[in-house]
């Protein structure tokens, strides 16, 4: 919780306005050459960060974040839309008028969209927070409840459906004596609370899963959810229809050469139950341990780790993945040492460095729509997908 604040105070502080991109590859296999992206600007109606995008097209978006108000006294929460040609901010709840916050949207319908984070009174009490778009307006919903949770948080959500919908974060759970993963369900009247498994095998040793930042579905039988607090392999849990279980991935004792300490999946993505990616970033041993950038894929028997591009400028870690199809997917991250964004394009053969022109400032996340449009999202600019 408390680091995600520090999170966005540190970002606003440095960037300000928030922004959007659209892009669309005219033909994915030569999309270092023929990608191009249309900033659209979200409303600047202050010092805003967006965290998350959902798209159901290219003109049928939402984004979430927050709001600084009151010279950044107060966090609430923010919902942008976006119609195909402008963004129009929509009222939400801020339940505490402290700090409310909105990590991560699903755009379900135009009468059904879910947005969820969380919300912070000023003596620290933390509780997650749910709300739910209609059609016409945002409404807070009361999420899943336990005798033995606390200090909640939900960090990005995923909807099968509209009546079946998933949201991911953290909690403190008395139970197991500390923090640990958060799994929640809607299923068309309510949210409840989903055991889970709160502890993982790495290299013969035990851990607990203190928190999961990532969630994606295929189907009913067949979502996925990753930590990003693995130690030497990636975390990441899956749900048959009946329960969730943790799946085993590649050990990574050593990568690229460099010893590993921590491992930490900040995103996924699916075209199928045959085609998922995860990605993100591993640290070594030591205040200045070497970065590298994390892409593990799913072939529907076995998770496999994935060679990055050979680059000057590949990324040292990856935000965001978002993909289209087996042969069309993207990555995002940060040029080495810089805040400049940095694109990766899989062609269904390898990762590729994509040079991005006209491009600039920061970018958190990449959201894909069936139109085979991508947004991209910042805290400085977005951008839509030329061909959306």
Request: hydrophobic letters at 45%; glycine letters at 10%.
């Given at each position: 919780?408390m680091?995600?604040?520090?999170?966005?105070?540190?970002?606003v502080?440095?960037?300000?306005?928030?922004?959007?991109?659209?892009?669309?590859?005219?033909?994915?296999?030569?999309?270092?050459?023929?990608t191009?992206?249309?900033?659209?600007?979200?409303?600047?109606?202050?010092?805003?960060?967006?965290?998350?995008?959902?798209?159901?097209?290219?003109?049928?978006?939402?984004?979430?974040?927050?709001?600084?108000?009151?010279?950044?006294?107060?966090?609430?929460?923010?919902?942008?839309?976006?119609?195909?040609?402008?963004?129009?901010?929509?009222?939400?709840?801020?339940?505490?008028?402290?700090?409310?916050?909105?990590?991560?949207?699903?755009?379900?319908?135009?009468s059904?969209?879910?947005?969820?984070?969380?919300?912070?009174?000023s003596?620290?009490?933390?509780?997650?927070?749910?709300?739910?778009?209609?059609?016409?307006?945002?409404?807070?919903?009361?999420?899943?409840?336990?005798?033995?949770?606390?200090?909640?948080?939900?960090?990005?959500?995923?909807?099968?459906?509209a009546?079946?919908?998933?949201?991911?974060?953290?909690?403190f759970?008395?139970?197991?004596?500390?923090?640990?993963?958060?799994?929640e369900?809607?299923?068309?009247?309510?949210?409840?609370?989903?055991?889970?498994?709160?502890t993982?095998?790495?290299?013969?040793?035990?851990?607990?899963?203190?928190?999961?930042?990532?969630?994606?579905?295929?189907?009913?039988?067949?979502?996925?959810?990753?930590?990003?607090s693995?130690?030497?392999?990636?975390?990441?849990?899956?749900?048959?229809?009946?329960?969730?279980?943790?799946?085993?991935?590649?050990?990574?004792?050593?990568?690229?050469?460099?010893?590993?300490?921590?491992?930490?999946?900040?995103?996924?993505?699916?075209?199928?139950?045959?085609?998922?990616?995860?990605?993100?970033?591993?640290?070594?041993?030591?205040?200045?341990?070497?970065?590298?950038?994390?892409?593990?894929?799913?072939?529907?028997?076995?998770?496999?780790l994935?060679?990055?591009?050979?680059?000057?400028?590949?990324?040292?870690?990856?935000?965001?993945?978002?993909?289209?199809s087996?042969?069309?997917?993207w990555?995002?991250?940060?040029?080495?040492?810089?805040?400049?964004?940095?694109?990766?394009?899989?062609?269904?053969?390898?990762?590729?460095?994509?040079?991005?022109?006209?491009?600039?400032?920061?970018?958190?996340?990449?959201?894909?729509a069936?139109?085979?449009?991508?947004?991209?999202?910042?805290?400085?600019?977005?951008?839509?997908?030329?061909?959306?």
């Amino acid at each position: 919780m408390m680091r995600r604040l520090g999170a966005l105070a540190a970002s606003v502080a440095g960037f300000g306005i928030a922004a959007v991109l659209v892009f669309s590859p005219a033909t994915a296999q030569a999309a270092g050459a023929d990608t191009t992206f249309t900033a659209i600007p979200p409303v600047n109606i202050g010092t805003v960060n967006l965290m998350a995008v959902s798209a159901r097209s290219a003109s049928d978006a939402w984004a979430v974040g927050v709001n600084y108000l009151n010279a950044n006294t107060v966090i609430a929460t923010l919902a942008e839309h976006w119609n195909g040609s402008t963004w129009q901010v929509t009222p939400t709840p801020s339940p505490t008028g402290n700090a409310d916050v909105l990590n991560g949207v699903a755009d379900v319908s135009p009468s059904a969209a879910w947005a969820v984070g969380y919300s912070q009174t000023s003596t620290g009490t933390t509780t997650a927070l749910i709300e739910q778009w209609n059609g016409t307006k945002w409404t807070r919903v009361p999420g899943g409840t336990s005798a033995t949770s606390s200090a909640e948080t939900l960090n990005a959500v995923v909807a099968v459906s509209a009546t079946n919908v998933w949201a991911v974060g953290e909690h403190f759970d008395s139970s197991a004596g500390g923090f640990v993963g958060l799994i929640e369900h809607f299923n068309g009247t309510a949210w409840s609370i989903v055991p889970n498994p709160d502890t993982y095998t790495s290299q013969g040793i035990q851990h607990s899963i203190p928190s999961f930042n990532a969630v994606v579905a295929n189907s009913a039988s067949d979502v996925w959810a990753a930590s990003n607090s693995g130690v030497q392999t990636a975390v990441i849990e899956h749900w048959d229809g009946s329960a969730w279980s943790v799946v085993p991935t590649p050990p990574l004792a050593v990568l690229n050469g460099q010893d590993v300490n921590t491992v930490a999946v900040d995103s996924l993505a699916a075209t199928s139950a045959h085609d998922v990616w995860a990605v993100g970033g591993t640290t070594g041993f030591g205040r200045h341990a070497p970065h590298n950038q994390l892409v593990e894929h799913w072939d529907g028997t076995a998770w496999s780790l994935v060679p990055a591009p050979a680059g000057t400028t590949t990324p040292q870690g990856l935000s965001s993945v978002a993909a289209l199809s087996p042969t069309d997917a993207w990555a995002l991250g940060f040029q080495p040492g810089t805040a400049v964004p940095a694109f990766q394009h899989w062609d269904g053969t390898a990762w590729s460095d994509v040079a991005v022109t006209g491009v600039s400032g920061v970018l958190n996340e990449l959201a894909a729509a069936p139109s085979s449009t991508l947004f991209a999202l910042g805290n400085t600019q977005a951008f839509l997908s030329a061909n959306g």
